[in-house]
């Protein structure tokens, strides 16, 4: 008989009645009310510092090349003031006029003209100069387009001129290439080299700048005294440094240091190397450098750009000392023995900043620190502080951060602040600003350190679960919120301060009754104040864990309460541990199930109200009271009073549910109906509505039930309640009826019900409609109306084919073909069932379809439908029981195809073999199937074809033994097939041993060599036959060791019989005497191997016997040793009084396991599981049973 499944199928959500398991049922939404669900969120509800807005640091380049504030090309810009300019203006007039006369000299000059050369050199110094002059014309426009642009004058960001010397470099070309040997060739070379190197750095033309390197090396080995050489390795020293070649550039200004220190260069080349060591991370030589070359200058020099580059020396000297750790106390030192305090305190105000942004913590907070130690009273104290807190606050360790903002709470504390006192007297805007700023900084640093230690309270207490430690810092954070409100009492989070003070009493504490006392404080602080209502409920909460904390016993004897250590907590009879209502995104495959609605249970008993559940209730209707004031100020003008009291549905369903977990359901449903009619499309009132209905589901009352759930669908607003839960309501009201029907075997009632259903949903819920028509089939069984029932399941299927229930449909179609003997239409239905893949029952009925199709001797499709269910069982899903052992029978299936295969004979046998191999290679995890189906795959290939396929035999026999040696192989019949495997093998040896006879000598000369190799193939094949009998006799394979008995004694018997049936030779028979002897002779050798056979049989008759060993093996041993010796061996024929020995002794009878070895070892009956597996002979059973 099966089960009703009135919605089974339809979602499998948790239980949806009673305040307990509502908490399963809703979506998306939080509601909460109650202690137990009162949490204060860490980063919602503390109080959170003030966020610093700190731009991100741009990272720096380890390996970017570093070059310093000042460049060669800096002399001259800084040189050309306007009077310069005006100067060079005039120049320029006459180099203008210059360049026509000699150009014109020039055209006139013959090819041989001596003077040519002077033309060329005089034409490339006045185009070089004025190149260089226009160039500095538009450097300096440029410069102050770009302070322009900065300024955000200018739109466009102005493009850096470039100098093109191209005309230059022409006419040094020509007197290059024309006049090698002219007089000034080291100034061609010094201005050829540096004009292409410049014109290739500005076009980007590695070439032309790379034949200006050559140029100036060529002047340097050609023209050892000229005065221009320095000038050449500088240029040549500012080309590498920026390629970023160290090496050459520090080779090139190292020669004018060391070789020309009364050059105009020296200092500038002394700087540039001092940022070679820089960028080669030499920064001591760096510093020991860049101080040469300030002293090299001094402070009294008034030459051009010395002042300048002086002083661009000693800032980048502050750079170099950012990157020595602990540098500064030196860098103090130097700076006030170079420039004076106030001009070191500048230079060490700029290495902090250079401390904080390249990351040298150490270095900057100890360098800030001293600044405020040394300067104690400057209003830039505030600043340094703040910066020694942001260091450390990007470092993340809270201890340090905690110190450096408790020292700047010390530090300003106004009661013994010297800082304090002395900005306060001064009374100017900058110090009054320090001052508003260390106001604020503290305030913020307190609010941080509270917050912290608030919230890794909290922390401690979710992860670790160690309350004591977690009191620990609540208690710091309660030290300090009471020090904030000592020291900014009316600062805007003093009131934000005060509740949380109260929450950490309530929720961390314990102190329920001085928490109640704040809640009451902060309430009286600001009547109407941000925090009224959660203050407000906190009197409620703390009265809700009085009840918790009290344990009482309702006595139905005496109608009375009695507190008593052994009673449950009050609180678990009221419903503060259900009413945080928590919607969740449910799964579209989840839908609400029968089981759900009918688990609400039976009726509570009632019982009166606790005192404390009283006070509970009043607390309740309290915070209402005060909630609708609050609504009615609102309305009044007072926006702060407005948006409160959105709790007042949930402490209304909190009274109504004290009164429900009593059992006062009278006042429980006045309750709900007042939250639902107090706001409707509130999400309350929908949970107020399922509660109802679990009220009514207690007492049964399936109209009511009926009622609220088309109420509610007939609502266009709603929250939580599904419609598709509410239409199943309406179905499981009917549902429930229509069993109560049937269980009166009112039979065409119930089906009028389900009609309803049917009728009512087919369309819009079609999972209910199908499950309505299931329902009506297995009412159809029970009215054994089989045929009827069977074509009301193949609706369901066919109707709603998506349905649940359309798979258990199908199958109790084939259940029910089977019980009526139908078995082709039994295996029809069970076989369509594949297209259920993700269904367990698929796979169930799979098997069923190949076990009919079997007994049906329909082969072909009934390894058709084991490969089906193969397909079925490795597409299911789960770690259930049922889903384990389908999934476990894939590779029986497998071997069962083989079975199936076998039983079609010689046109199976290729398709047996290949799902026997199938077995091995695609179940390495099956190592108990490997035996067998390696051992069948012998036995079916042997048959098929002995000869043909002696080599796949005897490799698939070899294998069998190589599977039965691994672990968890030796199982089951594992050794009878291991025998067997070996046996079939060992027959080729037979074969081999059979096959020499001495028939077939042809003289005396062949006689002895046949004789031999008959008796070596003999012994190999008998050796072969004793390991099958020992693995055999080990393994269980009773009717393989009496085979193998058989076949030795086969060979000793067919040995015999080939030397008796031995013709004589020719050369003999020619002379009877010498023929009598050789007949006589061979009579001596046969007859012991006669007696040897006799035995062999004989003792292949005994083990047989004491095995208990039945079959064909067996009866050829008799039937052989009756040919040996008749009267020791009778047979049937020759003594009648042996009628036991012709029944035993038959040719296909076996007790053998092997041949009994089945894969459908269970098979589903409808809700019945019948087995096929014989129960294991217990360790007992053997014993009693003796040998």
Request: with cysteine.
């Amino acid at each position: 008989m099966h089960t009703f499944r009135y919605l089974t199928g339809c979602i499998a959500a948790a239980a949806v009645f009673g305040t307990a398991s509502l908490a399963s049922a809703q979506e998306e939404a939080d509601i909460e009310a109650g202690s137990a669900t009162k949490k204060v969120d860490k980063k919602g509800t503390l109080v959170e510092e003030d966020k610093k807005k700190v731009p991100a640091k741009v990272k720096r380049d380890e390996d970017k090349l570093q070059t310093g504030g000042f460049e060669v090309d800096k002399f001259d810009q800084l040189g050309f003031t306007d009077k310069v300019r005006a100067q060079e203006m005039e120049k320029s007039k006459i180099r203008k006029r210059t360049i026509k006369t000699l150009e014109d000299l020039l055209d006139r000059a013959s090819p041989g003209d001596q003077n040519r050369p002077e033309y060329y050199f005089r034409l490339a110094e006045a185009w070089w100069e004025e190149t260089r002059f226009e160039y500095l014309v538009e450097m300096a426009r440029f410069n102050k387009d770009l302070d322009q642009f900065a300024k955000n004058i200018l739109k466009e960001k102005p493009v850096q001129p470039v100098e093109n010397y191209a005309k230059a470099i022409s006419f040094y070309e020509k007197i290059l290439q024309q006049h090698p040997t002219y007089g000034r060739m080291a100034e061609v070379l010094y201005r050829l080299g540096k004009a292409a190197m410049q014109q290739g750095k500005a076009l980007g033309d590695k070439v032309l700048s790379q034949k200006g390197v050559q140029y100036l090396n060529r002047l340097i080995q050609n023209h050892q005294t000229s005065p221009l050489i320095p000038k050449a390795h500088l240029a040549l020293a500012e080309y590498f440094f920026e390629a970023n070649n160290l090496t050459l550039a520090k080779m090139n200004y190292e020669k004018i240091t060391q070789n020309y220190k009364k050059s105009e260069l020296y200092n500038y080349a002394l700087y540039k190397l001092g940022w070679v060591y820089y960028n080669l991370r030499e920064f001591q030589r760096t510093i020991e450098t860049f101080q040469a070359v300030v002293k090299q200058i001094g402070d009294k020099t008034q030459e051009r750009g010395s002042i300048e580059f002086r002083d661009q020396a000693l800032k980048d000297l502050v750079q170099a000392y950012a990157e020595l750790d602990g540098a500064w106390p030196k860098a103090e030192a130097y700076f006030t023995e170079v420039e004076g305090e106030a001009k070191m305190w500048e230079r060490l105000f700029k290495l902090a900043e250079i401390y904080i942004s390249i990351d040298k913590d150490k270095d900057a907070t100890d360098l800030l620190t001293h600044f405020i130690e040394k300067r104690p009273t400057d209003s830039r104290c505030v600043d340094w502080h703040e910066s020694i807190i942001d260091v450390y606050r990007k470092l993340g360790a809270f201890p340090d951060i905690e110190a450096a903002m408790r020292k700047f709470l010390a530090f300003t504390d106004a009661r013994t602040s010297p800082w304090v006192q002395s900005l306060r007297s001064k009374k100017d805007n900058k110090s009054s600003e320090a001052l508003d700023k260390a106001d604020k900084m503290g305030e913020t640093a307190l609010l941080f350190i509270s917050n912290y230690y608030h919230q890794l309270a909290q922390k401690t207490e979710e992860e670790t679960k160690d309350v004591e430690k977690a009191k620990l810092y609540y208690a710091k954070a309660v030290e300090d919120y009471r020090e904030f409100l000592r020291r900014w009492p009316k600062a805007k989070k003093a009131y934000y301060v005060s509740f949380y003070l109260a929450e950490i009493l309530y929720d961390q504490l314990k102190d329920y009754d001085k928490a109640r006392q704040a809640y009451e404080f902060v309430i009286a602080a600001d009547p109407e104040g941000e925090f009224l209502e959660p203050a407000a409920l906190g009197v409620i909460y703390a009265t809700e864990e009085l009840m918790r904390h009290k344990r009482a016993c309702w006595l139905d004897k005496d109608q009375k309460w009695v507190e008593r250590p052994d009673c449950p907590p009050l609180v678990a009879s009221v419903a503060g541990d259900g009413v945080k209502v928590t919607k969740v995104k449910r799964d579209k495959k989840q839908e609400l199930t029968e089981e759900d609605i009918k688990a609400s249970g039976l009726p509570k008993q009632r019982q009166e109200l606790h005192e404390l559940e009283r006070s509970y209730v009043a607390a309740a209707d309290k915070y209402v009271e005060l909630m609708e004031k609050s609504k009615e100020g609102c309305i009044k003008g007072n926006k702060r009073l407005c948006g409160k009291g959105t709790k007042v549905p949930e402490i209304m369903y909190l009274a109504a549910s004290a009164f429900y977990d009593r059992g006062q359901y009278k006042e429980a449903i006045g309750g709900y109906e007042r939250v639902y009619k107090y706001q409707e499309e509130n999400k309350v009132a929908e949970i107020a509505v399922k509660t109802l209905i679990d009220i009514y589901a207690r007492l049964k009352d399936w109209p009511k039930i009926e009622e609220w759930a088309e109420l509610m669908l007939k609502r266009k607003n709603r929250i939580l309640l599904d419609p598709k839960d509410l239409k199943k309501y309406v179905a499981v009201s009917v549902a429930e009826q229509a069993r109560e029907l049937a269980d009166k075997k009112d039979y065409d009632g119930a089906h009028a019900k389900y009609d309803k259903i049917l009728a009512r949903f087919k369309q819009e819920e079609p999972e209910l409609a199908g499950v309505a028509l299931y329902n009506k089939g297995l009412i159809y069984e029970l009215q054994q109306q089989d045929k009827v029932a069977i074509e009301t399941y193949e609706r369901v299927v066919k109707e709603f084919p998506k349905s649940k229930v359309a798979p258990e449909a199908k199958f109790n179609v084939g259940l029910l073909y089977e019980a009526m003997t139908n078995f082709r239409e039994a295996a029809d239905a069970f076989l369509d069932m594949a297209k259920f893949r993700d269904n367990a029952d698929a796979a169930q009925a799979l098997i069923n379809a190949g076990t009919i199709l079997v007994a049906l001797q329909q082969y072909k499709e009934s390894a058709a439908a084991y490969d089906k269910f193969i397909g079925v069982a490795n597409n299911l899903k789960g770690d259930d029981e049922k889903t384990k052992r389908l999934k476990g029978l894939v590779a029986d299936a497998e071997m069962e195809k083989g079975h199936v295969f076998d039983r079609m004979g010689a046109e199976g046998a290729k398709l047996a073999a290949a799902a026997y191999a199938a077995v091995v290679t695609r179940y390495p995890g099956r190592p108990d199937l490997h035996v067998e189906a390696l051992s069948r795959k012998v036995e079916t290939l042997r048959l098929a074809s002995a000869v043909k396929n002696r080599k796949d035999v005897v490799r698939a026999a070899d294998d069998a033994a190589k599977a039965y040696e691994k672990p968890d192989a030796r199982k089951g019949s594992a050794g009878v097939f291991a025998a067997q495997a070996l046996f079939y093998k060992t027959e080729y040896l037979f074969d081999d041993f059979d096959v020499l006879s001495l028939r077939t000598v042809k003289n005396m000369k062949g006689l002895i060599p046949t004789l031999q190799k008959k008796a070596e193939a003999l012994k190999a094949a008998e050796s072969e036959y004793f390991k099958v009998f020992d693995l055999a006799a080990a393994g269980g394979g009773r009717g393989w060791a009496a085979a193998a008995m058989f076949r030795v004694g086969l060979l000793y018997f067919n040995f015999k019989e080939d030397l008796f049936k031995a013709p004589v030779p020719p050369e003999v028979e020619r002379f009877p005497d010498l023929a009598d002897q050789y007949k006589l002779a061979i009579e001596q050798k046969a007859v012991p191997i006669e007696e040897q056979s006799l035995a062999a049989l004989g003792n292949a008759i005994k083990i047989a016997h004491n095995l208990g060993v039945y079959n064909k093996w067996s009866k050829l041993a008799g039937d052989y040793a009756a040919k040996v010796s008749p009267d020791a061996y009778p047979t049937v024929e020759k003594d009648p009084n042996l009628p036991k020995a012709a029944e035993t002794v038959s040719a296909n009878e076996s007790t053998d396991p092997a041949t009994s070895a089945a894969f459908v070892t269970t098979v589903r009956r409808g809700k019945f599981t019948v087995s096929y597996k014989p129960e294991a002979v217990t360790a007992h059973a053997k014993a009693k049973g003796g040998k």
